[in-house]
Every structure is written in C-alpha cells, then in structure tokens.
C-alpha cells in the first residue's frame, strides 16, 4: 500500500511539472509571437523617423537585430536588452533634436518602467539581469 501511495505521489508530482514546463513553453510562445506583432509595428516606424534623425540609427539597427532575432528570444537576449539596448535607448532620446524636451522624462520613464519589468522577469525566471549601463545626466548631453 505504501509502494502504491508513493508511486502515485511521484506520479502526481510528475505531471505537475510537465505541466508546468508545458504552460512555461505556451507562455513564451506567446510572449514571442506579442513581441513579433510589435516589431511589425515598431520598426518600419523607427526606420522612417531615423530618416529625420539620423541619430536613432544604433538604435533603429539593434531594435532591427531584436526583432530578426525574435525567435530565439531568451534569456541571454532579454538580458542583454535590459543591460545594453534599453539604456542606449534613453540616451538617443536625451540627445535627439526632434523629441520636445518635455517629452524626454515620460519617454525616458518608459523605457525605465519596460527595463524594471524586464528586470523583474528575469529575476522570475532565476537569471540574474545584465547590470544596466547609466545614461548620462540629461544636462550633459543637452548642454544645459
């Protein structure tokens, strides 16, 4: 009897983490399917305001590898856009000539809300997140 109940627990357990596995892998599917949705959206936008502020173009092509790498999105690749991608982001938008310098802190604030997001998933999924690079001080790239 005892045989049986442990058998049957094991068994339980079991399925209970295919199961797990198995929605952990829908989710990600999902999560990589928004994001190619997104990317259909974002990236013929960037690419034609790149054409008004040549500036964007590091982030038009590293937004553009992203999304060509939207299939392999992992970890590795979520971090390294926390660490790398999100704050170059924030210093095309300090530096841009287009943005209205009051738009700049709810632009900035955005991408800083996405990164802290990303971020926390990470830290979900026991990984532990590329230390982001600090953009520089709005006052110094604006010669304020």
């Given at each position: 009897?005892?045989?049986i ?26 999560a ?11 990236q013929?936008?960037l690419?034609?305001?790149?054409v008004i ?58 991408l ?12 979900v ?14 006052s110094?790239?604006s010669?304020?």
């Amino acid at each position: 009897m005892k045989r049986i109940l442990i058998l049957g627990l094991a068994l339980a357990l079991g399925a209970c983490t295919t199961a797990q596995q198995q929605t952990a892998q829908q989710d990600a599917a999902k999560a990589q399917q928004i994001i190619a949705n997104g990317c259909l959206i974002v990236q013929p936008t960037l690419e034609s305001v790149q054409v008004i502020d040549p500036a964007l173009t590091p982030f038009v092509v590293a937004n553009g590898a992203f999304c060509a790498a939207v299939s392999n999105v992992n970890v590795t690749s979520l971090s390294a856009m926390v660490g790398t991608s999100i704050p170059q982001a924030e210093k095309l938008v300090q530096s841009s000539t287009l943005i209205p310098a009051d738009q700049k802190p709810i632009i900035i604030g955005s991408l800083t809300a996405f990164q802290v997001a990303l971020s926390s998933a990470l830290v979900v999924f026991n990984q532990a997140p590329v230390t982001p690079v600090a953009p520089a001080p709005a006052s110094a790239t604006s010669g304020v």
